[in-house]
Nanobody, 125 residues
Framework: EQLVESGGGLVQSGGSLRLSCEGFGRVSVSYARGWFRQAPGKEREFVAAISGGYTYYADSLKGRVTISKDYEKNMSYLQMNELKPEDTAIYYC?????????????????????WGQGTQVTVSE
């Protein structure tokens, strides 16, 4: 695997989780990183991305999620707060060789060459 996520689980509404994503092999620490999610019966949607020191967030999640990157460990993180049942989904991390210059590009899953297997996040009422 080139990207491995961890940190998902079951949490109550209003709770927090921090998802982690470690890069291996061909995934360079310099690559931009993104997080996407897919809920049952829905399309995969953009959550957040980080590229060249810039961060991008989906409007629906802005203020509740924070993306960060650890260059020494080749890790990216997604801190999620004030979780709601509608946040229940499989969360995927992704890596892009190119720079993500704006949110339109960052939110396009075709920009990412590497994907993790996903980690399940379930938020109960």
């Amino acid at each position: 695997e080139q990207l491995v996520e961890s940190g998902g689980g079951l949490v109550q509404s209003g709770g927090s989780l921090r998802l982690s994503c470690e890069g291996f092999g061909r995934v360079s620490v310099s690559y931009a990183r993104g997080w996407f999610r897919q809920a049952p019966g829905k399309e995969r949607e953009f959550v957040a991305a980080i590229s060249g020191g810039y961060t991008y967030y989906a409007d629906s999640l802005k203020g509740r999620v924070t993306i960060s990157k650890d260059y020494e460990k080749n890790m990216s993180y997604l801190q999620m707060n004030e979780l709601k049942p509608e946040d229940t989904a499989i969360y995927y991390c992704a890596a892009a060789r190119g720079i993500l210059p704006d949110i339109e590009v960052a939110a396009d899953d075709k920009e990412y060459e590497y994907w993790g297997q996903g980690t399940q996040v379930t938020v109960s009422e």
